[in-house]
């Protein structure tokens, strides 16, 4: 959530964000009104019982006649103090129920616009002239077939549309980029974490994972848990109601974690092979930082991106996510395409979100700097999704018979091999 002080200090500026967003604009002016009743309501509240207070003071002195008359008097204040107390617990409810509707403030280099209105800020690697090397390339799905590393037919049988079973070198493709991942991200300082897959509400919550996004999650009624769609829940409820020395930052986390998403609104998208799906895993990296030093941290965060997305030797780009595309914690978000040779575009493998000091209020996470305590700065960083991860190797390093080159990077962790070989033909 963002500072309420800012809010009343700048409501132009929340409402600039909120239109940028293509969110609702009203509902700053309604939560402005709600905090003003808030504030009032508990001044109201403090003067009754300091009265209240002042009047229990004077009855044991007073005399017969006066005691009743005050005894009348504490009765009425006792009521007023009752109503100014609900009146009060109420505007603070509906102030906190807007203030966790509204999105974080977009950070003033977004760009404006809708899903397509992002800006390209570089392009890395070279794309393959297929026609060049005299042959067309197979998509994704075949090569899988082809090698015996991907069965979709099997994983709808199974368990429905939109999953899959990696098998063979598919599977040990899959543990080959985990291990990798980690293995950088290890060296880069971070922490290996290995995360739950079910959280509380209060978790994906105070994520900022049941606004906007509520209707991709998972929720498992009988338990009130619900199924992440991505390590950074709880990478980021972690250090929830925690206060963390300044000292001790940056904390940084690698989190390798199944992810569950509905993919609510993406009917007819994607459907064929495993670019989207109900059920993946991916290494994620989450940090926590100074406040001062979120956007510093937020380019290190894409320059480990594309450092792995350039050890994997794929060709990609890098853009900066428009304000109407951001999620509700994101303050900016850039995303690390890759190209995809039969769906001739660049598809997102990589994302990085500065969440300022959104999610840390909303979790209750904050540093002591000195006697000073205050929120601290939350990001995120996509570090490698397994299965557009595979994508996009087989892709863009298949050969002419359906073999594939393996990446250089990966080739330690798996056995030394240079070419994954066809099984099938």
Known sequence: MIDLRLLREDPDRVRASQRARGEDVALVDALLSADERRRSSGVRFDELRNEQKSLGKLIPKASA??????????????????????????????????????????????????EEDFVTLETHGTIRDFGA??????????????????????GAKVSGSRFYFLTGVGALLELALVNAAIAQATAAGFTPMLTPALVRPQSMAGTGF????????????????????????????????????A??????????????????GSHGKDTKGIFRVHQFDKVEMFSYVHPDDSEAEHQRLLEWEKQWLTSLELPFRVIDVATGDLGSSAARKFDCEAWIPTQGKYRELTSTSDCTEFQSRRLS??????????????????????????????????QADGSVRVPEVLRPYLGGREVLEPTAK
């Open 247 to 264: 000292e001790r930052l940056p904390l940084r986390y690698a989190g390798f974690s199944p992810c569950f998403r509905r993919e609510a």
């Open 210 to 245: 049941l606004g906007q996004a509520a209707q991709d999650v998972y929720h498992l009624d009988k338990d009130d848990l619900y199924l992440v769609g991505t390590s950074e829940v709880p990478l980021a409820a972690y250090h929830m109601d925690e206060i963390i020395d």
């Open 365 to 398: 996470i904050r540093l002591r700097e000195g006697k000073q305590v205050r929120p601290l700065a939350t990001l995120n960083g996509t570090l490698c999704a397994v299965p557009r991860t595979i994508v996009a190797i087989l892709e863009n390093h298949q």
């Open 65 to 114: 006649e006066e005691k009743a008359e005050l005894l009348k008097q504490a009765g009425q204040l006792a009521a007023d103090v009752k109503t100014a107390d609900a009146e009060r617990d109420a505007a603070d409810a509906e102030t906190q129920e807007l203030l966790l509707k509204l999105g974080n403030l977009v950070h003033p280099d977004v760009p404006v616009g809708g």
């Open 133 to 154: 090397e005299g042959f067309e390339p197979k998509d994704h799905l075949e090569l899988g077939q082809i090698l015996g590393a991907i069965d979709v037919e099997r």
